[in-house]
């Protein structure tokens, strides 16, 4: 099911950068992946277990061997793939088994070497050479090191085997040398995860993949008409609904383009952006796309009007008398969109709603022509606009999917299984 996160082995070794691991397990979390931690012994001087147990909730495996093995936390799923006290010899192949993807980082000298050589004399070595699933290393190390000629060719080696490696950048390194072996952003290190994730049919009949050879559009953030200068008429939209689905339909393998309105979000990965600003420019941006487009996911909230005339210069304040601005209505870009789609392009828009959302989202369904209309009920406290969690309906010709309280990374999921439903029903 698309809902399943998938599983993602953070492999940990010891080195000063072994702090931004935990970041990167918590950007992993964030991306909607289930992240597991396994750390070398040299990392545990640097990094406590317990820190990596609490924030991806599974516990840390440390060691191959007997107790020691999957220390860190007696909290674990029930997927029992490495907890129970499962016997350690076999540990590593479950967990190698089940991983849809494999990252070290930082990847020290010597795990890089252990990897090139085949070595398996600890949980992540062993584990590296029984796992199928894709590997990506991101080196950390003093520059002399990274550019020795025994760890470049040890780096060419696992290359040509098929290993990303995410280089490391310039900078002020821990030992005072200024130069390359400085660990990759995390942000970085996630964007490599979810590009190799996308193009990767492993992870495809576990949510992964299933939206390989789709393009989506996603519109998201809330458009600005200006007043004069520098006021605007705008919105409470924070654009994460939009943006977790572009995330989401990337991450499940397809080509994304995500129309944005002005937000504060970083852009998602491997998702191609444009940034719009009026409703004028989103419909501009839209159209130019849509032939392309299989699935279409207006998320934007698309200002209904604008400033009939925008002052050329600022508005003086002049005393306190009242100001009027005259309003003229905006193009409704979903329904153009739906006017001019391509047969078998599916269209969901958004429906905002302050009340009756279920009704208002049926009649907005059946005036807008669309495929679905996730209906939003904004009303309420800690859901909706400017919020992490989302709760809604999902609305179709034949029915209705209650969407609970839950987080808007999770709402994207569930969104687009059911688009991929309506896909399928389309195709009967
Ligand atoms: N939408 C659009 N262009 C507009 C207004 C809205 O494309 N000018 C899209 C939104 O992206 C959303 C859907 O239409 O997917 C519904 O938006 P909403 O503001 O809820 O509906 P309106 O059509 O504006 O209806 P009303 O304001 O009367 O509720």
């Avoid at 516990?59 to 191959?64: D, G």
């Avoid at 007043?227 to 572009?246: E, H, K, L, Q, T």
């Avoid at 306190?320 to 789609?341: H, K, P």
Wanted: with cysteine; net charge negative; glycine share 12%.
């Amino acid at each position: 099911m698309g809902t399943e996160r998938l599983k993602v082995t953070v492999g940990v070794c010891g080195g000063i950068a072994a702090y931004k691991s935990v970041e990167l397990v918590r950007l992993l979390q964030d991306a909607g992946y289930d992240p597991h931690v396994v750390m070398t012994a040299a990392a545990e001087e640097f990094v406590r277990p317990l820190t990596f147990a609490a924030i991806s909730g599974h516990k840390v495996i440390t060691s191959l061997w007997g107790e020691e093995a999957g220390t860190g936390s007696s909290e674990d799923d029930s997927s029992g793939e490495s907890g129970g006290g499962a016997p350690s010899s076999i540990e590593h192949i479950q967990a190698a088994q089940s991983t849809k993807l494999l990252v070290v980082a930082p990847a020290t000298a010597n795990m890089l070497a252990k990897f090139a050589h085949g070595l398996a004399d600890d949980f992540l070595s062993t584990m590296y050479l029984a796992t199928t699933a894709p590997v990506i290393v991101a080196p950390a190390m003093n520059v002399n090191m990274w550019e020795h000629p025994a760890v470049q060719a040890n780096v060419a080696t696992l290359r040509a085997r098929g290993v990303k490696v995410i280089e490391p950048g310039s900078g002020y390194l821990a030992c005072g040398m200024v130069g390359g072996g400085r660990l990759a952003e995390p942000a970085a290190i996630v964007d490599a995860i979810v590009e190799t994730l996308a193009e990767s049919t492993k992870g495809a009949g576990s949510g992964g993949g299933d939206f390989t050879g789709e393009t989506v559009l996603v519109t998201a953030g809330g458009t600005r008409e200006a007043i004069d200068p520098v006021r605007f008429i705008g919105n409470r939209s924070s654009g994460r609904m939009g943006y977790a689905v572009a995330a989401a339909a990337r991450r499940r393998g397809a080509k994304v383009v995500l129309i944005s309105a002005p937000t504060g979000l970083p852009c998602p990965a491997g998702v191609e952006v444009e940034q719009v600003v009026t409703v004028e420019d989103m419909r501009a941006a839209v159209m130019a796309r849509l032939n392309e487009m299989t699935v279409v996911v207006m998320a934007a909230a698309v200002s209904d009007y604008r400033v009939k005339d925008v002052a050329g210069q600022k508005m003086k304040r002049e005393g306190a008398q009242a100001v009027s601005l005259e309003l003229a209505g905006t193009v409704d870009i979903l329904r153009e969109v739906v006017g001019r789609r391509r047969d078998g392009t599916l269209v969901v828009g958004f429906a905002a709603e302050t009340e009756n959302a279920v009704a208002n989202g049926r009649a907005k369904l059946e005036r807008k022509g669309v495929d679905a209309v996730v209906v939003n009920d904004v009303s309420k406290d800690g859901v909706g606009f400017d919020s992490e969690q989302n709760a809604g309906s999902f609305l179709t010709k034949e029915g209705a999917v209650e969407f609970p309280v839950m987080s808007k990374t999770e709402m994207a999921e569930r969104i687009l299984d059911e688009v991929l439903k309506l896909r399928e029903g389309a195709e009967h």
